[in-house]
């Protein structure tokens, strides 16, 4: 169908999407004649970490609402040797958290790419941030002693 395209397919949870999710799908964009990304659903996400914020669905469509893929699809296993098989993927993009352990599609024939992700923004410390802004914002409430009651005095 695609025979003389080079297919890339990228995939993860992009929970909470943000800018670190973009620049992999982008540079996933730059290797390839047809982009493929996967959006992990929410029942695989729990096999392994704490459920996404944002639903499965949610998530599809905002990454279906990108420019960059030509192509959406659910993502129902970690293990993408029948994905691979399937559509013919020359290449594969994921974030370096995941580094060694797709090494295995290289003997399909595969290009693995771990994406660098650096330091910083990443759904997880999102959520962290969030967490603590919303602890320390509880804590000054309940340190805050208000001198009287709006409508009230000791007076009355």
Do not use: C
């Not at 004649?33 to 469509?61: A, M, N």
């Amino acid at each position: 169908m695609f025979k003389d395209k080079t297919i890339v397919y990228t995939s993860g949870t992009f929970d909470m999407f943000h800018y670190n999710h973009l620049r992999m799908i982008n540079y996933a964009r730059s290797l390839a004649d047809i982009l493929i990304v996967g959006v992990s659903t929410d029942e695989l996400v729990e096999s392994y970490k704490p459920k996404p914020i944002i639903p499965f669905h949610e998530r599809l469509q905002i990454i279906e609402a990108l420019k960059t893929p030509d192509i959406v699809i659910p993502q129902h296993s970690l293990d993408h040797t029948e994905i691979v098989k399937k559509l013919n993927i020359d290449a594969f993009v994921v974030g370096d958290d995941w580094y060694g352990k797709y090494d295995y599609l290289k003997d399909l024939g595969v290009q693995v790419f771990y994406f660098p992700y650096g330091t910083g923004v990443s759904s997880s410390n999102l959520k962290k941030t969030i967490h603590d802004s919303y602890e320390a914002n509880l804590r000054s409430q309940r340190q805050a002693k208000p001198d009287s009651v709006k409508g009230f005095s000791e007076k009355e």
